[in-house]
């Protein structure tokens, strides 16, 4: 599986940090391009790359972190996702005011979903502080909960595989609607919240 990254600020260098770290490859995109990117590449190499728009977009699975006010710039204008993963991680805020986007009634990973037509949409890595996301999830000693939500069950295989591999406890909270809401912010109870399984 191709892993890309689309957004290098707190949450997605945070992703690329805790797959590096489990030795999974990821390729990274965000505005400015590669010259902006050169400490995070020099830190986490070999494991991540910088990649184009195309690269990034066109891999297995596609983490997107990125203000929501410029998803349309960083992920729009591909016409069909062939069934490809793309994992929400944003949460629908128009800009530092925090003003939440209206969503006519839908979860912000049902609305992210309607930007990715022909996409299996995961919502995950999205609950946490950047700071904890980027750590070992074993910190505390048991393993970290991390949440995801999705309507097609394979696709959330997938992330739990990811999930499992850097050390974390999977939580499958169902479909975008249900599970999306609990996760989302602002209106979810789960953001924020740092949950651990001691076994
Ligand atoms: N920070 C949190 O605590 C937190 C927690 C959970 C979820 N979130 C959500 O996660 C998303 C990202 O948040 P963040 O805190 O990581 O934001 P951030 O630190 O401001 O980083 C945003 C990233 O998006 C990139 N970007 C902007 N436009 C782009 C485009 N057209 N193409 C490619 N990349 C583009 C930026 O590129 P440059 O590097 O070139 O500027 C930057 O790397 C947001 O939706 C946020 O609401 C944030």
């Not at 297995?60 to 993963?85: K, N, T």
């Not at 990715?116 to 995961?122: I, L, T």
């Not at 074993?138 to 959330?156: C, Q, S, T």
Request: charged content about 20%; some cysteine; aromatic content about 6%.
């Amino acid at each position: 599986m191709r892993i890309g990254i689309v957004g290098a600020g707190a949450v997605g260098s945070a992703i690329a940090a805790v797959l590096a770290r489990a030795g999974i490859e990821a390729t990274i995109v965000n505005r400015r391009g590669v010259g902006s990117l050169a400490v995070l590449l020099a830190g986490l190499a070999p494991h991540l790359t910088a990649g184009t728009r195309e690269d990034v977009l066109g891999a297995d699975i596609v983490f997107v972190a990125v203000p929501w006010m410029r998803l349309g710039d960083a992920i729009g204008g591909v016409s069909d996702w062939g069934g490809r993963i793309v994992v929400d991680c944003n949460n629908a805020l128009e800009g530092p005011s925090f003003k939440p986007v209206e969503l006519n009634g839908l979860t912000s990973s049902e609305a992210f979903a309607q930007m990715v037509p022909g996409a299996r949409v995961v919502k995950a890595f999205n609950h946490m502080l950047p700071h904890l996301l980027a750590g070992d999830p074993r910190a505390e000693g048991g393993r970290r909960a991390m949440f995801m939500a999705g309507d097609e069950p394979a696709a959330k295989v997938e992330i739990g595989k990811i999930i499992d591999a850097i050390g974390g406890y999977r939580i499958d909270l169902g479909g975008l609607r249900e599970g999306g809401r609990l996760m989302q912010f602002p209106g979810g109870p789960l953001p924020a919240l740092n949950f651990v399984l001691f076994d």
